[in-house]
C-alpha cells in the first residue's frame, strides 16, 4: 500500500516560517511529480508548488519568492518550506504525488493534510 503522510503543520507567528515535509511509504520505484495544495475554509483547493522528476519546481504566484519545494529521494519525501507567512496562508496543506510502484502500478495519491494557522 503506497501512502502520503504530511507532517509538520501548527500554529506559526505572522512572519514566520514553516518546514512542511510529504514522505511516501510503500513499493516505490520513483515518482513522476509532486505538488503542494492547500485549501482555506470556504475556498477551493490551491495549487501551490510541484517539481517534477528531475526538473525544476513551479510556484503559484501566491508563494513564489518565499518557499521552496525540493526532495531528498533517498528518504521519499517531499518538503515545502514556508517564510514570511501571513495569516492568509492559514489551510489545510496537502502533497499530491504520481508515483510508480515497483510493481509497475501507477499511483495518483493525496496525503491526508497537515493544518497550518498563522496568527499572533
Known amino acids: 500500500q503506497v501512502q502520503l503522510v504530511e507532517s509538520g503543520g501548527g500554529l506559526v507567528q505572522p512572519g514566520g516560517s514553516l518546514s512542511l515535509s510529504c514522505a511516501a511509504s510503500?513499493?516505490?520505484?520513483?515518482?513522476?511529480?509532486i505538488g503542494w495544495y492547500r485549501q482555506a475554509p470556504g475556498k477551493q483547493r490551491e495549487l501551490l508548488a510541484t517539481?517534477?522528476?528531475?526538473?525544476?519546481?513551479n510556484y503559484a504566484d501566491s508563494v513564489k519568492g518565499r518557499s521552496t519545494i525540493d526532495t531528498d529521494n533517498a528518504k521519499n519525501t517531499v518538503y515545502l518550506r514556508m517564510n514570511s507567512l501571513k495569516p492568509e496562508d492559514t489551510a489545510v496543506y496537502y502533497c499530491?504525488?504520481?508515483?510508480?510502484?515497483?510493481?509497475?502500478?501507477?499511483?495518483?495519491?493525496w496525503g491526508q493534510g497537515t493544518q497550518v494557522t498563522v496568527s499572533s
Open positions: 499530491n504525488a504520481d508515483l510508480i510502484g515497483r510493481d509497475g502500478t501507477l499511483y495518483d495519491i
Open positions: 510503500g513499493s516505490i520505484l520513483t515518482f513522476y511529480a
Open positions: 517539481i517534477t522528476n528531475g526538473g525544476s519546481p
